[in-house]
């Protein structure tokens, strides 16, 4: 349905230029549409960048934002896609008290059961890594706000398509 509000995964691959960011969130922003997760890296390709973007919106909503964002000079290419073409992964960190791993049984546990690692640890905080769903990280987080999170942070989404992208094709042709 093309009416119906779907979570999309735009990845824009982009020469890296300085302004680039803001001129594509002002796209989202004059439509009134919040960005969920947004990540920029180095892409396959040498000297392209890539942003991923997340977001809630319509598909004839999303294939006009396709459209914008491709008529910015610095696009090379945007692609947009569901839930299902892509393998994601998010990552986060928890900072909590220290005492709290020697003295409570309960968040070795925790930590066990979810997969999470144990970057560092000092004497008076540790630190945890968990990369994976966005919902695993929620439960994560909700399990261990019990115990009290002296920091939190969670990066954007990665993603790679199911199905091969023809961009490296594509800039290969153009560097030859």
Same mark, same amino acid.
């Given at each position: 349905?093309?009416?119906e509000?779907? *979570? =999309? ?31 920029? +890296?180095?892409?396959?390709?040498? @000297? ?13 909503q ?8 491709? %008529?910015?000079?610095e696009?090379? %290419? ?12 998010? +990552?986060?960190?928890f /900072?909590i /008290? ?7 049984? *309960?968040? *070795?546990?925790?930590i066990?059961? +979810?997969? !999470? ?5 000092? %004497?008076? =905080?540790?630190?945890?890594?968990? +990369? ?15 115990? @009290?999170?002296?920091? =939190?942070?969670?990066? @954007?989404?990665? !993603? ?5 992208? %023809? ?9 030859h």
């Amino acid at each position: 349905m093309e009416n119906e509000i779907k *979570q =999309f995964t735009v990845s824009v691959y982009t020469e890296n230029n300085i302004g680039l960011l803001n001129r594509i969130s002002a796209i989202f922003q004059r439509r009134h549409i919040n960005i969920e997760s947004l990540n920029t +890296s180095p892409s396959e390709i040498e @000297g392209v960048s890539r942003f991923t973007i997340v977001i809630n919106i319509t598909e004839s909503q999303m294939k006009k934002i396709q459209g914008q964002i491709e %008529k910015q000079v610095e696009v090379i %290419k945007a692609y947009y896609h569901t839930e299902d073409e892509i393998i994601y992964q998010e +990552s986060c960190m928890f /900072k909590i /008290k220290s005492e709290l791993l020697f003295e409570e049984r *309960q968040i *070795q546990n925790i930590i066990k059961e +979810s997969n !999470a690692k144990i970057v560092t640890v000092n %004497k008076e =905080f540790f630190v945890l890594e968990k +990369s994976g769903r966005k919902e695993e990280i929620e439960l994560l987080y909700r399990e261990l706000s019990v115990f @009290g999170i002296m920091q =939190f942070t969670r990066s @954007g989404r990665v !993603a790679v398509t199911k199905e091969e992208m %023809k961009i490296s094709t594509m800039l290969q042709a153009f560097q030859h």
